[in-house]
């Protein structure tokens, strides 16, 4: 079946940091690949997406490129903020259309000043 | 504002009790889903309607039921509450399953079971 792994978290970064989150899927043929944000007492957000081999997804600053050779959908922000502290999901679509969005554990950012 | 809108935002039972919890969306869209979200576990599909008239179960459907009442209208019940159910309960929805646009997710409902 549809699986996603990321990083465990707490990530802790200071201001101004380079952030990267590591995310593997598993998956037949190939999904749609997507990052979800979810800030503290809110419901999840869609933060960027990409739904062919190659395509990079990009959104208030976060970069993902999906690559099909390492089945990877790696998050990046060059420079983060305080207000970026959240949880972030990394989720793949079945293209078969049947079945639902497949989410990752998620993984906690805190920004410090 | 267009959306998912959830109900209640909070909710204390006893064991055994019963409840459901509502969802509406107001973007026609054909999906509706229901999430629990754990810690350490990340989100995990109860059940699923993947159009109006249909269900399915998710990966863990076990001690829930739903109904899809019209297009705009998923609810979730909990027929005999337990403290494993103790959970934030998120409703989502999409144009369809595979949406490529992504779904679109309530602020979700904190569930508490004692």
Known sequence: GNSVTQMEGPVTLSEEAFLTINCTYTATGYPSLFWYVQYPGEGLQLLLKATKADDKGSNKGFEATYRKETTSFHLEKGSVQVSDSAVYFCALSDRSGRRALTFGSGTRLQVQP | ?114
């Not at chain 2, 935002?9 to 979200?37: E, I, P």
């Open chain 2, 1 to 114: 504002n267009a959306g998912v809108t959830q109900t209640p935002k909070f909710q204390v039972l006893k064991t055994g009790q019963s409840m459901t919890l509502q969802c509406a969306q107001d973007m026609n869209h054909n999906s509706m889903y229901w999430y629990r979200q754990d810690p350490g576990m990340g989100l995990r599909l109860i059940y699923y309607s993947a159009s109006e008239g249909t269900t399915d179960k998710g990966e863990v459907p076990n001690g829930y039921n739903v109904s899809r009442l019209n297009k705009r209208e998923f609810s979730l019940r909990l027929e005999s509450a337990a403290p494993s159910q103790t959970s934030v309960y998120f409703c989502a929805s999409s144009e369809d399953v595979g949406s490529n646009y992504g779904y679109t997710f309530g602020s979700g409902t904190r569930l508490t079971v004692v």
